[in-house]
């Protein structure tokens, strides 16, 4: 299989520097020579480890995230109801509630795998959206998902990447709308992308534009309320505690969880690393220090309050050891020495994201209590992401709860096989 995220940097480079004066025919041997050349080009983008590694991070690893994870997160993180928190409607800049976006994009998706990349409703595909009642709603969700030529190029050009070296990892419209409107017909060049802009991160531009600031600040109550839901799995071994309120009307970190022999103090942030973070140039460093520095600082406060055994934090006790824990709502991929040291200083902190924290609340109170604590205690892995440290069971063998709550919620839940079975019996009858 070829990596699709050079296919998806071949394709937008094609529309941003093509015409139809430079069409031609493309063949399995020429196809197999631009993925050599992509792979051979040695662009000099940065002179040290975080500047070198850090932009082939954030191109590949989205591909290898859990599919079934991003899009049923899209419910549990969006449209699920949280204390505190309004309640969006994505229908009316989706076309459809977040639950039934899920299922279509399992139908486009399939659609275009048995269509060689085309996007065109077959008779024996038109049953099926009829039969889960999508005939009005597909086509805006298609048209949501879809650019023409022009359009792709206006995209994809409307982000300057910096730095010549960097143009490999610019931004990519593809994300977004992974749809072409070719003007024969609709294309999907990389079609892992239509799950893609379902998930979290594509969903969070979409109502960032939609709704502002308002959006984004709710946003913070709900990945602080996620989050709580995914530890309170972890209980009766660990008990839970939230925010607490002291002098003068201070927060504390955002939770705590408490066990005889440790207690894990957790900040959350809707952060997502930059289009300048993922380029590993010094807006990571800035960035660093805006939000994962601020919740580090938001850690030892709570861990100094305890330690000084504050009235206000009594419930807590008196633990023998104290673990920090950044949850954001993206991964940050951290490879900088100084970044590492700074959060294994003081109070020994480990950077995660949602997809860690619900692989973390898969096991045992125990286990992720004993799991936490050898991590911190290992040099290497302690400067590792949470989720590359944790050794949890594959999703085959460990499903999340809360995800798969969600997922026995959708459409998808009852077979599609089934349901056509009980329109069509229904038909005769």
Not at 173 to 184: A, E, K
Not at 215 to 235: A, H, P, W
Not at 366 to 384: C, Y
């Amino acid at each position: 299989m070829r990596p699709p995220w050079i296919a998806a940097a071949m394709v937008r480079d094609c529309i941003v520097a093509s015409h139809e004066g430079r069409a031609g025919q493309l063949s399995e041997r020429k196809l197999a020579r631009l993925f050599n050349l992509f792979n051979e080009t040695h662009d000099v983008h940065g002179d040290d480890i975080q500047s070198l590694l850090t932009p082939i991070l954030y191109e590949q690893f989205p591909y290898q995230q859990s599919q079934y994870e991003e899009i049923v997160r899209s419910i549990a993180l969006f449209e699920d109801a949280y204390d505190g928190s309004r309640e969006w409607p994505w229908d009316e800049i989706l076309g459809a509630p977040l639950a039934d976006i899920l299922t279509m994009s399992f139908i486009i998706h399939t659609v275009v795998m048995q269509s060689s990349g085309r996007f065109e409703l077959r008779p024996e595909f038109e049953e099926v959206v009829d039969v889960l009642g999508y005939s009005q709603s597909l086509p805006i969700m298609v048209a949501g998902l879809t650019r023409t030529l022009e359009e792709m190029r206006v995209a994809a050009t409307s982000v300057s990447p910096g730095e010549v070296a960097h143009r490999r990892f610019s931004y990519n419209p593809l994300i977004r709308t992974p749809l072409v409107d070719v003007g024969s017909g609709v294309f999907s060049p990389v079609p892992s992308l239509i799950y893609g802009a379902v998930s979290p991160s594509v969903l969070y531009h979409r109502g960032r534009d939609a709704w502002g600031d308002e959006f984004t600040r709710d946003l913070g109550n709900r990945v602080q309320q996620y989050v709580g839901k995914q530890i309170e799995l972890l209980s009766p071994h660990f008990t839970i505690v939230g925010e607490v309120t002291y002098e003068k009307g201070q927060l504390s970190a955002d939770w705590f969880l408490a066990s005889d022999d440790l207690l894990v103090i957790v900040e959350c942030k809707a952060s997502r690393a930059t289009l300048g973070t993922q380029l590993g140039t010094a807006a990571l460093d800035a960035q660093f220090k805006r939000d994962i520095g601020k919740a580090k600082q938001q850690i030892e406060r709570s861990a100094a309050m305890i330690a000084a055994r504050h009235p206000e934090f009594s419930q807590l006790g008196n633990p023998r050891q104290m673990i920090g824990l950044i949850i954001t709502a993206e991964p940050f991929y951290i490879v900088g020495n100084d970044h590492t040291r700074e959060l294994a200083e003081g109070t020994p902190t480990l950077l995660g994201s949602l997809r860690d924290i619900e692989h973390l609340a898969t096991l045992t109170g125990p286990e992720a209590g004993q799991q936490l604590q050898e991590i911190v205690e290992d040099p290497a892995k302690r400067t590792w992401p949470l989720g590359n440290s944790l050794d949890v069971p594959p999703n085959r063998e460990a499903r999340n709860p809360i995800l798969e709550s969600v997922w026995e919620r959708s459409p998808l839940a009852v077979p599609v096989a089934r349901r056509l079975a009980e329109s069509r019996s229904g038909e005769k009858d």
